[in-house]
């Protein structure tokens, strides 16, 4: 008896934590990007917060399909930094959506190709690896 309440208890804490379709609040949905940076030998963070700044002032924060975005960094450890950046979005559509209107906003803050490869090669030399994840928020078991 004292097994069977047991795994009825488990069941009913898991029960929890699945989401349920078709309800009537669904939740935003959100992505987390996390990047694992370096600084190089022919780089700075003062270089690495600028191309930061420069993509979310000419990319981020003109993508209307992204309701809000933090950007978080790692501020202990080692070498290796973690950047994490929360991207929240109404629906799955958006999230699709809003990578469409990046790729637009990112031709029309470089137009000129070899601008926007000199860009991202300047990115790429600070980052070691990423990761990409898609959440949906349980509004059931947001705090209010």
Known sequence: MKTMKSIIGALMIV???????????????FTVTTWKLSIPENGTRA???GLLKDFSEKISF?????????VLHHISGGDLRDLVIISEYASWNDIDAAANMQNDLIDKAWPKEEDRN??????????????DEIYQENPELMKK
């Open 47 to 49: 270089e690495l917060n």
């Open 15 to 29: 029960a929890l934590f699945i989401p349920t379709t078709g309800s009537a609040q669904e939740g935003n949905y």
């Open 62 to 70: 003109k993508n209307d399909k992204v309701i809000s975005e933090r």
């Open 118 to 131: 000199a860009f991202f090669k300047s990115w790429n030399k600070y980052v070691v690896t990423h990761s």
